[in-house]
């Protein structure tokens, strides 16, 4: 068994001169933070008899809650070559990540009790970062029966989801909802009308006409967003929807919320990057599902997350082994190695004047955290020590030997990053350290 | 970011020469009628007695068919070794790949067999541009169809027979009609006749064929035989396949028939000289009348023809374009 914590388990850190920020607290102040016992002993003020074994200068730094990522694949069980838990969230942690959502599209799928309980000990054991799965809605994810959704939250998921996979019908999704709803469970939705999604597709546009590549139109999204909604408005089963691609969808979630809905919404990074016309070129590594789309949409993507509509940042992280890039276009397996660029193309938001400080830690860790009911994503004294030391003047170029994760599927590649993550901590526990 | 190099820049040597052949799009007025001029060159080879030139001698050239064709594969074949060069067919159903070998591994097989040029046919979209980032860089890829995405030798053969039949091209109005959806060849063509500077080019058909993004190709979209057809030059029918009418895009194969057919009927729109080209191979009776495939106005069988001289043309310049960066690189 992997015992990376020990060591380290005990030790007291002192984080010097960083500007510590914590939208919770509304604290936004240049402060030394106290670490002892795996919690926050103090910020600004030094605990009796404090002395440190080790400490971190983080001066010009920002000292910030560690990141909660709601939707990332770790590809254990089942998918070794692509990725492996341990591997996973040592990159994780490198990304300033102490808690993850997994999805249960491993093999087997976690539609029991025991894939779940073994996603989270072997997370324990590594020691970099806890992942905590989302379980199956359906049995198997096959659509037909409901997963045993009370005895996978007894075993530490968070939510249920039926990820991107069909369902027999609208009625078995109207008896998975008010099943959720019976126990409070959130339902993560990944819209997606699959007749209107053709394998290897991407935006229908120009692009995909001239490429002549498969085309998902935006209607993929919202059709399937639109009956969602209304489902999640009959049950009242609390929903989060996750990874929306375009316009129409931000503004069909803006409305629910306007209607008092309890719906939330989160949006993948690279979608605030990508858009439709860089898939020129046939460039596998710009195969993504759902589809970045059009300037327009991503503009609409990037105020969403401005105005709060979309409250969540997420990652979703999809390492791929490189043969499953090496194809035509159409046959490469869909989505990104997204760790590495999570925290410096999300604060780039700030660099540029869209989101204040307070407002990028809200999006990427506190509103995530509250959503899943977790006791993290803010610096509380007394809490478990999960924080991120970031670098905001950092200037440093994507490279292959930068990325930790087994995947290095990323069109970011060679792209300079503004911002680094310089130390994670753990429950106290140091899971990365730059250098 | 690193968004890889589009094929029609990736097929152009530092000198913009062609070092392969993905696609029509983005190429120059003169490259496109320089390719026009060379088969010009090559049409009267197959008339010789001896049907041969050797600018490829000693060269190998690997056709690698991964969808099954007959008139395109063995015109390559036969365009390469009227050019001297060696051919050698794979057959994908049989081969490698088909027993779970990558695509990779087996051009990395094929490339230490020192081939000198691919001619890849695939049914995916990009598939050539995909083995052109991936082969060394002195071996030359022809795509000779991939999925949707292009057809760029079968449109310079059209381009040809359009040029041999109706000469200069800002002057002329051609109509695409039928399964534009589907169509590497209508792609290929509109993006050929634009570099061409046709004077316009319409496409025609149901809205389920007609993606309304081609506009932004340079094509104006027709939905009406009558106005589509009205005062062409040329007229090009596309085939269609069986599979339509099971994916709801199309009733039934006699109401395509009866709205975009074309018949002597519908012809009597067009230009009274206009003639009518066919990719092939053609469904009687399903986008064209009999009467009108035969007919003196029907160029079909001169495409296949030309198809030779063209993919000669094609392959030699490819090969020259290979052949003048290696000189660079030697020099340097």
């Known amino acids: 068994m992997m015992d990376f914590s020990r060591p380290h388990f005990n030790q007291r850190i002192l984080i010097r001169n960083g500007r510590v920020i914590d939208p919770m607290q509304v604290l936004d102040q240049v402060a030394d933070v106290y670490i002892a016992d795996g919690l926050i002993a103090g910020i600004g003020q030094e605990p009796l008899g404090f002395r440190a074994d080790f400490e971190f200068d983080a001066k010009g730094m920002l000292v910030i809650p560690g990141a909660v990522d709601l939707c990332a694949r770790v590809r254990e069980p089942g998918e070794s070559q692509k990725g492996s838990i341990h591997s996973e969230t040592h990159a994780a942690a490198a990304a300033g990540i102490t808690h993850l ?311 970011f590649l060679g792209r300079e990053l503004q911002g680094r993550v310089q130390l994670t901590l753990r429950d106290g526990t140091m899971s990365y350290r730059l250098g | 970011m690193t968004p890889s190099t589009p094929p029609h820049r990736l097929q152009l040597n530092p000198r913009g020469r062609l070092q392969h052949f993905l696609t029509t799009e983005g190429l120059s007025t003169e490259l496109l009628t320089e390719i026009l001029d060379t088969a010009d060159s090559f049409v009267s080879v197959g008339k010789q007695a001896v049907k041969k030139v050797p600018l490829l001698r000693g060269k190998t050239v690997v056709n690698l068919f991964f969808e099954a064709s007959t008139r395109t594969r063995t015109t390559f074949e036969l365009a390469a070794k009227r050019l001297s060069a060696d051919v050698l067919n794979i057959d994908i159903s049989t081969s490698a790949t088909a027993k779970g ?124 035989m009558a106005q589509g057809l009205k005062d062409v030059d040329v007229v090009i029918m596309l085939r269609l396949q069986r599979e339509r009418m099971e994916s709801a895009l199309l009733p039934s194969e006699s109401e395509f028939y009866r709205l975009y057919g074309l018949t002597q009927e519908k012809l009597a729109f067009a230009k009274p000289d206009a003639i009518v080209m066919h990719p092939g191979p053609i469904n009687r009776g399903v986008e064209i009348e009999s009467s009108v495939a035969d007919s003196p106005r029907s160029v079909i069988l001169q495409q296949v023809n030309y198809g030779i001289a063209v993919r000669m043309a094609v392959l030699s310049m490819a090969m020259s374009g290979q052949n003048e960066m290696q000189t660079v690189t030697g020099e340097q």
């Open chain 2, 101 to 224: 070998e990558s695509l990779m591994d087996m051009l990395w097989n094929l490339e230490a067999m020192d081939s000198d040029m691919f001619v890849v046919r695939h049914q995916a979209s990009g598939a050539p541009h995909f083995i052109a980032e991936h082969v060394t860089p002195t071996v030359a890829v022809i795509n000779a169809g991939d999925g949707r995405h292009a057809h760029p030798t079968q449109a310079m053969l059209d381009m040809y027979t359009i040029r041999r039949h109706k000469g200069a091209f800002p002057q002329l109005k051609v109509a695409i009609v039928g399964d534009v959806l589907h169509s590497r060849v209508a792609r290929s063509q509109v993006h050929a006749l634009r570099g061409l500077n046709v004077g316009e080019v319409r496409v025609i058909g149901p809205k389920t064929l007609i993606p309304h993004d081609f506009a932004d190709l340079g094509a104006t979209l027709h939905y009406d």
């Open chain 1, 101 to 411: 959502c997994c999805l249960p599209d491993t093999n087997p799928i976690i539609d029991t009790r025991a894939v779940a309980v073994l996603i989270q000990e072997r997370a324990y054991q590594s020691g970099y970062a806890h992942v905590m799965p989302i379980g199956a809605m359906t049995r198997g994810l096959e659509g037909h029966q409901l997963a045993e959704m009370h005895a996978l939250r007894e075993a530490g998921c968070v939510g249920v989801s039926q990820l991107r996979r069909p369902l027999k019908s609208s009625q078995v999704l109207l008896r998975c909802l008010e099943y959720a709803s019976t126990f409070d469970l959130i339902v993560f939705f990944q819209s997606e009308e699959q007749s209107l999604c053709p394998a290897g597709g991407v935006h229908a546009g120009p692009t995909a006409t001239r490429l002549g590549l498969p085309g998902i139109p935006e209607c993929a999204e919202t059709i399937a967003l639109a009956r969602d909604l209304m489902l999640v408005e009959y049950t009242g089963v609390r929903a989060h929807f996750g990874q929306i691609s375009c316009a129409a969808s931000v503004e069909l979630i803006a409305t629910a919320q306007a209607r008092g809905l309890p719906v939330t919404a989160d949006v993948a990074v690279h979608q605030l990057y990508l858009t439709d016309t860089m898939v020129d070129g046939f460039n596998s590594h710009f195969h993504v599902r759902p589809p970045a789309r059009t300037e327009a949409d991503r503009q609409a993507l990037i105020d969403g997350v401005k105005s709060g509509v979309i409250s969540v940042l997420c990652s979703d992280h999809q390492p791929h082994e490189a043969a499953a890039k090496s194809q035509p276009f159409s046959d490469t397996a869909s989505g990104l190695s997204a760790f590495s660029h999570f925290l410096p193309l999300s604060y780039e938001l700030v660099h540029n004047g869209l989101l204040t400080e307070s407002e990028w830690v809200q999006r990427i860790a506190m509103n995530p955290a509250h959503l899943i009911n977790l006791d993290a994503g803010h610096l509380g004294q007394g809490s478990n020590a999960n924080l991120c030391v970031f670098d905001p003047n950092a200037r440093w170029r994507l490279e292959p030997d930068s990325i930790l994760s087994a995947g290095k599927n990323t069109p």
